[in-house]
C-alpha cells in the first residue's frame, strides 16, 4: 500500500517561513514526480510546485516563484517544499502528490497516482 505522509505545517506570522516534507513509503520518488497543491476555504486546489525527481526538473506557480523551493532527498524517500516570505494568502491545506514518471521535465497536468492526507498552513498578518 503506498502513503504519502504530509508535515511541517502549522502557523506562521506573515513573512515567516515553513518547511513541509512528504514522505513516501510503499512507492520510491527515484525516477518519480512529485507535485505540492494546496486548497484553501471555499477555492479550488490548484498546484503550487513540482518536481521531476529523474531529472531534477521542477516548476512552481507564479505565487510561489522566488519564495518557494522544492527538493527532494531520495535516501530519505522524502520530497520538501520550503516556503519563505509567506503571506497570508498562503493559508491552506497542502497536499503532496506522486506518480512514476521516467520522462524530462515535469507533467503539464494533474493526473497524480497518489495523494496525501494534507497539511493545514496558516499565516496570520
Known amino acids: 500500500e503506498v502513503q504519502l505522509v504530509e508535515s511541517g505545517g502549522g502557523l506562521v506570522q506573515a513573512g515567516g517561513s515553513l518547511r513541509l516534507s512528504c514522505t513516501a513509503s510503499?512507492?520510491?520518488?527515484?525516477?518519480?514526480?512529485i507535485g505540492w497543491y494546496r486548497q484553501a476555504p471555499g477555492k479550488e486546489r490548484e498546484g503550487v510546485s513540482c518536481?521531476?525527481?529523474?531529472?531534477?526538473?521542477?516548476w512552481y506557480n507564479e505565487s510561489a516563484k522566488g519564495r518557494f523551493a522544492i527538493s527532494n532527498d531520495n535516501a530519505k524517500n522524502t520530497v520538501y517544499l520550503e516556503m519563505n516570505e509567506l503571506r497570508s494568502e498562503d493559508t491552506a491545506i497542502y497536499y503532496c502528490?506522486?506518480?512514476?514518471?521516467?520522462?524530462?521535465?515535469?507533467?503539464?497536468?494533474?493526473?497524480?497516482?497518489?495523494w496525501g492526507q494534507g497539511t493545514q498552513v496558516t499565516v496570520t498578518a
Open positions: 518536481l521531476s525527481s529523474g531529472d531534477g526538473s521542477t
Open positions: 502528490a506522486a506518480r512514476e514518471w521516467a520522462i524530462y521535465g515535469v507533467p503539464l497536468d494533474d493526473n497524480y497516482d497518489y
Open positions: 510503499g512507492f520510491s520518488f527515484e525516477d518519480s514526480a
